[in-house]
């Protein structure tokens, strides 16, 4: 059973930066493709990136250039550096994991945390 712990969240002007951060527990992290998905008041679930165990990359097209997915086995910990956020990149941002295969839609991820709030001030 893994674990997920997501930390980093909060407010920014428009235009800012943050960095989240997700710690992963309870299993062999190396095994595992990580994604991460926001969920804004009165709407679904989106994907927004993810990354494979071999550390390719996959990025909605709504992030791609300003978002940047990592990884470090190591530490047990997937990132997103999100850069030049908009006022509708605020949502509550979770992390997420499936054995093996990257995966970039909500059902296919098997591993949730509980997610951390990302506010964005314009």
């Known amino acids: 059973q893994v674990q997920l712990v997501e930390s980093g969240g909060g407010l920014v002007q428009a235009g800012g930066s943050l960095r989240l951060s997700c710690a992963a527990s309870?299993?062999?992290?190396?095994?595992?493709?990580m994604g991460w998905f926001r969920q804004a008041p009165g709407k679904e679930r989106e994907f927004v990136a993810a990354i494979s165990r071999s550390r390719s990359t996959y990025y909605a097209d709504s992030v791609k250039g300003r978002f940047t997915i990592s990884r470090d086995n190591a530490k047990n910990t997937v990132y997103l550096q999100m850069n030049s956020l908009k006022p509708e990149d605020a949502a509550v941002y979770y992390c997420a994991a499936r054995p093996i295969q990257v995966a970039t839609m909500t059902t296919d991820y098997n591993y949730w945390g509980q997610g951390t709030q990302v506010a964005v001030s314009s």
């Open positions: 309870g299993g062999t992290f190396s095994n595992y493709a």
